[in-house]
């Protein structure tokens, strides 16, 4: 279950792309913001995720300015580098969203060597 946070504590990476803009992605459930961080400013929200046997892993969803248009990233915590539970989180997150594997338009298991 996806949570709302102000502000990540740790740092996160790029591990999917979606093709769906970032306020049609949260719908109703979730607002978006105007943020900055050391790269750009960019629209989006950060989340504190339940992943069963670890702790609550932390998750941005943004859209920086130069990016393609209709999409968001997802971020997920550096610490977790294992591809195969990088492709389990990436799922849940796509389920928590309702999205479907025709709207992931890249992941990590793609380029694990990225």
Do not use: C
């Amino acid at each position: 279950m996806l949570a709302p946070i102000d502000h990540l504590s740790v740092e996160v990476v790029p591990q999917a792309i979606v093709g769906r803009d970032v306020q049609d992605l949260f719908g109703d459930r979730f607002k978006a913001i105007e943020d900055k961080d050391d790269l750009d400013a960019f629209r989006g929200a950060s989340f504190k995720m339940s992943a069963g046997h670890r702790r609550d892993i932390q998750i941005a969803v943004r859209h920086y300015p130069g990016y393609p248009e209709g999409t968001s990233t997802i971020y997920i915590d550096r610490e977790i580098r294992d591809v195969t539970e990088i492709s389990v989180l990436v799922r849940q997150i796509l389920s928590e969203f309702n999205l479907s594997e025709h709207d992931l338009k890249w992941e990590r298991a793609d380029e694990p060597g990225l």
